[in-house]
């Protein structure tokens, strides 16, 4: 059974810990078989991506920390095999600097990066999420932690269809 998520993060400003929306989607066998998504209180109030996400710090000041929020996915996650994510060391980047901030582990699960899947499965260019999800038929509202994540998840099932393996 080979289960993997895809995730994805949205930040606040330029800070990797600065996450403030998480979504994942947890596939098995092929399938997506849960979705997760949480708004995140960062650690500061300062927004610079406002325009990019939507979110401010009205949206997620009454939000649970990556703290809290990351106790209850690690949970969902075990037994994952890999996290797949558009542009991975983002959200590698993102993931590792909020653990750290907060002194939790930093998860040694390896990550897939979709963009390099789209240029070798289908040599997409150029590769950006809404640009593959427009190749592989992807409903996708870019930005929006939840969709985004689902978008990978579906863009490495394309991939494994294909012939690919992790």
Known sequence: MTRFAAIDFETANYNRNSACAIGVSIV???????????LICPPETWFQFTYVHGLAWE??????????????????????????????????????ACCEYYDLAVPRTKFVCTV????????????????VCEKLRINLKHHDAASDAEACARIVIAAQKSGWKP
């Open 116 to 131: 390099s899947l789209a240029r070798q499965c289908w040599s997409v260019y150029p590769t950006k999420l809404p640009d």
């Open 28 to 38: 098995e066998n092929g399938r997506i078989v849960d979705s997760i998504e949480s």
């Open 59 to 96: 949206d997620v000041c009454d939000a649970p920390t990556f703290e809290e929020v990351w106790k209850d996915l690690r949970k969902e996650l075990r037994g994952t095999k890999f996290f797949a994510a558009h542009n991975a060391p983002f959200d590698r980047g993102v993931l590792a």
